[in-house]
Structure formats: structure tokens, C-alpha cells
């Protein structure tokens, strides 16, 4: 009896190690899974974002114009690019007002175009899908469509304006309305916001719109007191990501005007193209490409800083 008991006692060790085996065995496989998993994001952060954004900043420390090894001239690149490159600034105010305008508008326009599109009637869901359709046309058929229709011969929007007697435009072919010309263009996107704007719309409480009538409210007064307010987390998301893109600005240009007429459409994001690939100036550009994503870093967090002056939060009635 007392040697069954010895064996019995002796087994029950093994059988706790095995058990703490088999979970240690199962955590650890579980681990490698997990690492396997994020494996080609976390590689494809570091050879296609991270190492290119520090190959970038240490060429923008060299003079490297591609056919022959970079140099090292630590930040004359800067110095040069800020005092003497030539189109440096028109290329900022260019795309400064650009940006200016085309974010608010598109801030506004899509939210106006949300209101009206966050009505329960009939057929409603054929306008949403119509508005959203241009957001998935691609950029350059989108730039090639519109330059067609700003066409000042034979494009559709002078052909209307004759139609009804009103004045054309030459739009792309005259400096004073180019620019205007590519913001209005920038409205072809707003679908984008506006389906952003439909889902914040359709997250607030309809208790809120009855208690706001119960008091006594009017329309005017539900949406500069209810709907307003509700919305400024989803303006703020959207006026952050519209300025990000804003000052990128490229494709338009190089396909449409080439940055011009007399470099009225001449936007920073072209002229970094210009530096690398048109005169091979890869140090310059790479110190350009710096240079913007800084002021758009800086810009970034102001709208954060600021943003609690203006954008409410239902956390904070509580």
C-alpha cells in the first residue's frame, strides 16, 4: 500500500511538469504566431516609411545629383533653398492658398452636402452613392476629365456658359483663374467628407432633437445647439486630414497646367519634382520634402493645440 502511494506521489510532479510544459509550449507558439502576424507591417514600416524617410534626411545633407556619390555639405541645402532658390516662395504661396481655399471650402460644401443628404426620403441612398462616385475615380483620370472640361476652346463648362450667355473663361490658360480653376476642381472630392459627415449626422441622439423641441427649440436653433457642436470632432478630423493632403498638392498640376501659365499653378509638391527628377537636384529635393513635411507636422499640432478652444466633446458634460 505504502509503495502505490510512493509511485501514485511520484507520478503527480510529472504530470503538473507536462501540464506546465504544454502551456508554456502553447504560450510561446502563440507568441511566434503573433510576431509572424505583424511581421510584414512591422517590415514593411522599416524598408518602405522608416529606412526611406532617414535615406532621405541624410541625402537632404548632401549635394547628390544621382550620377555620382553624395557629398557631404551638412545644411547648405537649407540655407540655399530658404535665401536663394528662385521659385522657393512663389511655390509656398501657391500652395498656401491652395490649401487655404480648397479645405474650406471642402469642409463647408461637404457639410452642407450631408445635411441635405441625411434626409429620410425616398431614393436618398442613389444621391449618396452618386456624390461618393468621384472619390473613386483615380486622380489622373479625374485631372484629365477636368481638363477637358476647362478646355477655354472646347470644353463643357464654356459650351454652357455660351449656351445660357453668360462670360467664358480661358480657366487653365490664364494666370489670374488658374489656380481658382484647380480649387474648383478640388470640389469633385468632397463626397469623401460628406460620407464622413453622414456618419457623424447619424450618431447623434434623436433624444436630443425631441428634448431640444420640447423646450420649445426651432430648427436654427437644434443645429447651431445640437448638431453643430456634435459635429466639431468630426469637422476637426476632417479639416486635420484635408490640410495634410491640401499641401501635398501634386498631381493636378504636373498633368494639367505643368505649373503654369507663368507659374501660377507652380505648387511646392511639382517643384520637388522638378529638383529630383527633372534636374537630377536629389539633395535639394530630399531637403524640400523635409522642409514640407515639418510645416505640415507644425500645422498638425497647432489644429491640436487649438482644438480644444472650439471642439466639443460628449465626455465633457459628464
Given at each position: 500500500m505504502t509503495a502505490d502511494a510512493d509511485v501514485s506521489n511520484s507520478q503527480k510532479p510529472k504530470h503538473r511538469?507536462?501540464?506546465?510544459?504544454?502551456?508554456?509550449?502553447?504560450?510561446?507558439?502563440?507568441?511566434?504566431?503573433?510576431?509572424?502576424?505583424?511581421?510584414p507591417v512591422v517590415l514593411g514600416l522599416l524598408f518602405f516609411t522608416f529606412g526611406p524617410m532617414l535615406a532621405s534626411l541624410f541625402f537632404s545633407l548632401t549635394d547628390y545629383p544621382i550620377l555620382r556619390t553624395p557629398e557631404w555639405i551638412g545644411l547648405k541645402n537649407y540655407i540655399e533653398l530658404l535665401t536663394k532658390e528662385k521659385y522657393f516662395w512663389k511655390s509656398v504661396q501657391v500652395t498656401v492658398t491652395y490649401a487655404a481655399a480648397s479645405v474650406l471650402l471642402g469642409i463647408v460644401g461637404s457639410f452642407i452636402l450631408a445635411l441635405f443628404l441625411n434626409q429620410k426620403i425616398k431614393g436618398i441612398a442613389f444621391f449618396r452613392t452618386a456624390f461618393y462616385m468621384p472619390v473613386i475615380v483615380p486622380i489622373v483620370a479625374s485631372a484629365v476629365l477636368w481638363g477637358w472640361m476647362l478646355n477655354p476652346d472646347y470644353g463643357l463648362i464654356n459650351a454652357i456658359l455660351k449656351f445660357f450667355g453668360l462670360p467664358t473663361s480661358r480657366w487653365l490658360a490664364d494666370p489670374e483663374t488658374a489656380l481658382p480653376s484647380l480649387v474648383l476642381m478640388s470640389l469633385w472630392?468632397?463626397?469623401?467628407?460628406?460620407?464622413?459627415?453622414?456618419?457623424?449626422?447619424?450618431?447623434?441622439?434623436?433624444?436630443?432633437?425631441?428634448?431640444?423641441?420640447?423646450?420649445?427649440?426651432?430648427?436654427?436653433?437644434?443645429?447651431?445647439?445640437?448638431?453643430?457642436?456634435?459635429?466639431?470632432?468630426?469637422?476637426?478630423?476632417?479639416?486635420?486630414?484635408?490640410?495634410i493632403i491640401?499641401?501635398?498638392?501634386?498631381?493636378?498640376?504636373?498633368?494639367?497646367?505643368?505649373?503654369?501659365p507663368l507659374y501660377a499653378t507652380y505648387f511646392y509638391g511639382l517643384m520637388v519634382y522638378d529638383r529630383a527628377f527633372q534636374f537630377f537636384q536629389m539633395g535639394m529635393a530630399s531637403a524640400m520634402a523635409w522642409v514640407l513635411g515639418i510645416v505640415i507636422l507644425l500645422l498638425t499640432l497647432i489644429v491640436f493645440k487649438t482644438s480644444s478652444l472650439w471642439v466639443f466633446y460628449e465626455t465633457e458634460v459628464k
Amino acid at each position: 500500500m505504502t509503495a502505490d502511494a510512493d509511485v501514485s506521489n511520484s507520478q503527480k510532479p510529472k504530470h503538473r511538469s507536462l501540464k506546465e510544459r504544454f502551456y508554456q509550449t502553447r504560450t510561446q507558439r502563440d507568441t511566434i504566431d503573433g510576431y509572424l502576424f505583424i511581421m510584414p507591417v512591422v517590415l514593411g514600416l522599416l524598408f518602405f516609411t522608416f529606412g526611406p524617410m532617414l535615406a532621405s534626411l541624410f541625402f537632404s545633407l548632401t549635394d547628390y545629383p544621382i550620377l555620382r556619390t553624395p557629398e557631404w555639405i551638412g545644411l547648405k541645402n537649407y540655407i540655399e533653398l530658404l535665401t536663394k532658390e528662385k521659385y522657393f516662395w512663389k511655390s509656398v504661396q501657391v500652395t498656401v492658398t491652395y490649401a487655404a481655399a480648397s479645405v474650406l471650402l471642402g469642409i463647408v460644401g461637404s457639410f452642407i452636402l450631408a445635411l441635405f443628404l441625411n434626409q429620410k426620403i425616398k431614393g436618398i441612398a442613389f444621391f449618396r452613392t452618386a456624390f461618393y462616385m468621384p472619390v473613386i475615380v483615380p486622380i489622373v483620370a479625374s485631372a484629365v476629365l477636368w481638363g477637358w472640361m476647362l478646355n477655354p476652346d472646347y470644353g463643357l463648362i464654356n459650351a454652357i456658359l455660351k449656351f445660357f450667355g453668360l462670360p467664358t473663361s480661358r480657366w487653365l490658360a490664364d494666370p489670374e483663374t488658374a489656380l481658382p480653376s484647380l480649387v474648383l476642381m478640388s470640389l469633385w472630392g468632397i463626397g469623401g467628407g460628406m460620407i464622413i459627415y453622414l456618419a457623424g449626422l447619424q450618431g447623434i441622439p434623436e433624444t436630443l432633437y425631441e428634448a431640444g423641441k420640447i423646450d420649445g427649440a426651432n430648427g436654427n436653433q437644434l443645429f447651431w445647439y445640437i448638431t453643430l457642436p456634435l459635429m466639431t470632432p468630426t469637422i476637426f478630423f476632417n479639416v486635420v486630414m484635408g490640410l495634410i493632403i491640401a499641401l501635398q498638392v501634386f498631381t493636378e498640376s504636373f498633368l494639367m497646367t505643368n505649373g503654369g501659365p507663368l507659374y501660377a499653378t507652380y505648387f511646392y509638391g511639382l517643384m520637388v519634382y522638378d529638383r529630383a527628377f527633372q534636374f537630377f537636384q536629389m539633395g535639394m529635393a530630399s531637403a524640400m520634402a523635409w522642409v514640407l513635411g515639418i510645416v505640415i507636422l507644425l500645422l498638425t499640432l497647432i489644429v491640436f493645440k487649438t482644438s480644444s478652444l472650439w471642439v466639443f466633446y460628449e465626455t465633457e458634460v459628464k
